[in-house]
C-alpha cells in the first residue's frame, strides 16, 4: 500500500557534487516521465568539495548519463588514476599499490595470487604489484585505456579519475538544466510537514517564498537538515572504529610528472593525500583530535607539500558513521546528509553513485511503497557496512607505533572484518559478500600490502607443476613491463583527448 500523494515534483535539497550528481540523474531518466526536478541552493552556504579521487564505477556513471569523456576532462581539469599509491602504512619507508582491476590471470581455475603465495619467495617472482596492468602502467606514468582484445594485457587496464570536485558539481549543473532541472537560490529556514504522515510538504526560504515537493532528495551535508533533523532519523557512530575527526585541505602548484595514481602517506595521527589534476595538486591531512593538534596537524602538511600552495588551508570537522536509514517518508538522503567514511580509499563519490543507482531502480511509481523503501535502505546498509570495514582494515593492520596507531592496531574490529582477516591469515582466501564495493583483488593487495600474510596457500596450487607455474608467471610479468611500455604518459595522454575534443 502506497503513502503520500503520487510523485510529480522532486525536490533536491543542496548543490555540491551530491546534489547535482543526484538532479543529472533524475533529470536523465526520470523527469521525461512527466516529473519536475528543482534544486535548491544558496551560494552563502559552501560545501565541502574535496572529494577529488574516484574509483572505477565512475565511468559507468558517465556513460549512463551520456558524458563524453574528453568534455568531462577538459571541463573538470581531471587526470587519470590507477589506484593509490601507500607509503609508511605498514610502516615507516613501506609501501605498496592497490591497483585497480585484476591481479594476473587464473591458471586451472586458481585466483593467481594463490599462485603468488606459494612462490613469492623464488628471487625471480618480484612483488605482486608487478602482475597488475593498472599497478605497471602507474610504477611508469602511463596510461592508455583498455584494450577490446582479451588476450592483450592492455585489456586489464581498470581506471578512475581525479577532478576537480566543484567543476564536477558545475558541469553537472549544466548538464541537469540542459534537461529541464530548475535551480532556485535560496536559504531553507523551516520545513512544512504533514501533520499525519510527518511527509515533508514544502520548504521556507529565508525569502519567505514556499518551495513545495512530493520527495525529497537531502544533499544538505553533515547538517542532514530533512533526513536527521527533521524526520529525526538517529546517526550511528563509528569512530570508536574510525577515530579521525579533522581534515585539513590545500591546492597546491601542479608538479610533473602528472601521476596517475593518488597517492596516502602515513602519519603519526592519520594520514595525508595527494591527488594530482591537470591545473594543481589536491592535498589534504586527515587526523585524529585526540592525539594531535591542528596546528600540528597544518604545519606536517604543509611542510610535506611537493608545490606552492595556491590558497589558505579549509579546516573541516567530521564523525565517522551513518544515519540509520537513507530514506524515511518522503526523503532520501545522500552525500554527507546519510553518511561520511573518510576518503582514504575514494569511496565518498560512489557512496553518492551508488545511492542514485539504487533510488532509481526503486523510484516509486506512485506513491511511496514502504517496501520499496525498506529495499533500498537494505541496499544502502549492504554498500556502506563493507566500505567502512575495509577502510578499518588500514588502520588495524600495521606496525606502525606511537599513540594514535598503537590505538587502532589494539581496537576490537566488527565481526564482519575479523572474520575476513583470520580466513585470509590462515589460508589465504577472500570471499565478496553481498554487495561489497570492493573486490577480491583489492582486499588482496591492501591485505598483504599491510602484512597479513598467509600461513598456508590454496592446496589446489600444489597439483600443479612448479616448472609451469613459474614459467607462466615470468610470462606474464614480461607482457605487463612491455605492454605498459607501449603506453603513452598519462599527461601525453590527457593532451592527446583534450585536443581532439
Not at 108 to 119: A, I, M, R
Request: hydrophobic letters at 40%.
Amino acid at each position: 500500500m502506497t503513502q503520500g500523494p503520487p510523485i510529480r515534483r522532486i525536490v533536491v535539497v543542496g548543490g555540491g557534487t551530491a546534489g547535482w550528481m543526484a538532479a543529472a540523474a533524475l533529470a536523465r531518466f526520470v523527469a521525461p516521465s512527466g516529473k519536475r526536478v528543482v534544486v535548491i541552493e544558496s551560494e552563502a552556504i559552501g560545501t565541502v568539495g574535496v572529494g577529488e579521487g574516484t574509483i572505477p564505477p565512475i565511468i559507468e556513471f558517465n556513460l549512463q548519463l551520456g558524458i563524453d569523456e574528453a568534455e568531462f576532462l577538459r571541463e573538470t581539469h581531471a587526470s587519470y588514476k590507477l589506484g593509490i599509491d601507500f607509503a609508511g602504512w605498514m610502516h615507516e619507508g613501506d609501501r605498496y599499490f592497490h591497483q585497480f582491476g585484476q591481479i594476473g590471470r587464473p591458471l586451472n581455475g586458481v585466483p593467481f595470487y594463490q599462485l603468488w603465495l606459494k612462490h613469492r619467495s623464488d628471487p625471480s617472482i618480484g612483488p605482486l604489484r608487478d602482475y597488475s596492468m593498472s599497478a605497471v602502467a602507474a610504477s611508469q606514468n602511463r596510461f592508455g585505456h583498455p584494450a577490446a582484445d582479451p588476450a592483450d594485457p592492455l585489456s586489464q587496464v581498470a581506471y578512475a579519475f581525479h577532478f576537480d570536485a566543484a567543476a564536477y558539481g558545475r558541469f553537472l549543473r549544466k548538464y541537469a538544466e540542459q534537461r529541464g532541472a530548475e535551480r532556485i537560490e535560496g536559504r531553507i529556514v523551516d520545513v512544512e510537514q504533514d501533520g499525519e504522515t510527518g511527509f515533508v510538504t514544502a520548504l521556507r526560504l529565508d525569502d519567505d517564498r514556499r518551495v513545495r515537493g512530493d520527495f525529497f532528495i537531502d544533499c544538505s551535508g553533515f547538517r542532514s537538515l530533512l533526513l536527521g533533523q527533521t524526520l529525526g532519523v538517529p546517526f550511528e557512530d563509528w569512530s570508536h572504529w574510525l577515530p579521525c575527526d579533522r581534515a585539513i585541505a590545500v591546492p597546491s602548484e601542479r608538479t610533473d610528472p602528472l601521476l596517475p595514481y593518488t597517492r596516502s602517506t602515513a602519519h603519526p595521527a592519520g594520514w595525508q593525500w595527494r591527488i594530482p589534476l591537470q591545473h594543481r595538486t589536491g592535498n589534504g591531512h586527515v587526523y585524529c583530535s585526540a592525539y594531535m593538534a591542528d596546528e600540528e596537524a597544518e604545519r606536517i602538511l604543509i611542510d610535506t607539500l611537493d608545490g606552492k600552495p595556491i590558497a589558505e588551508p579549509n579546516r573541516l570537522r567530521f564523525t565517522a558513521g551513518r544515519r540509520a536509514k537513507s530514506w524515511e517518508a518522503n526523503v532520501v538522503a545522500m552525500g554527507l546528509s546519510a553518511g561520511f567514511l573518510e576518503p582514504l580509499e575514494s569511496t565518498s563519490i560512489h557512496l553518492v553513485q551508488h545511492g542514485i543507482q539504487k533510488l532509481l531502480s526503486l523510484f516509486p511509481s506512485n506513491g511511496i511503497n514502504p517496501v520499496e523503501r525498506d529495499e533500498y535502505n537494505r541496499h544502502l546498509i549492504n554498500g556502506y557496512e563493507p566500505v567502512r570495514d575495509f577502510i578499518i582494515l588500514h588502520y588495524h593492520a600495521t606496525q606502525r607505533t606511537g599513540p594514535f596507531w598503537d590505538h587502532v592496531r589494539r581496537m576490537e574490529l566488527p565481526d564482519s572484518l575479523q572474520h575476513k582477516i583470520e580466513l585470509f591469515r590462515q589460508s589465504g582466501r577472500v570471499f565478496r559478500y553481498n554487495e561489497e564495493l570492493f573486490d577480491i583483488p583489492s582486499w588482496v593487495a591492501v591485505m598483504l600490502g599491510q602484512g597479513i600474510v598467509p600461513e598456508a596457500h590454496d592446496p589446489l596450487v600444489d597439483a600443479m607443476p612448479d616448472r609451469e607455474v613459474l614459467r607462466a608467471m615470468a610470462e606474464l610479468q614480461q607482457g605487463y613491463e612491455q605492454a605498459a611500455r607501449r603506453l603513452p604518459l598519462a599527461s601525453e595522454f590527457i593532451d592527446r583527448n583534450l585536443a581532439a575534443a
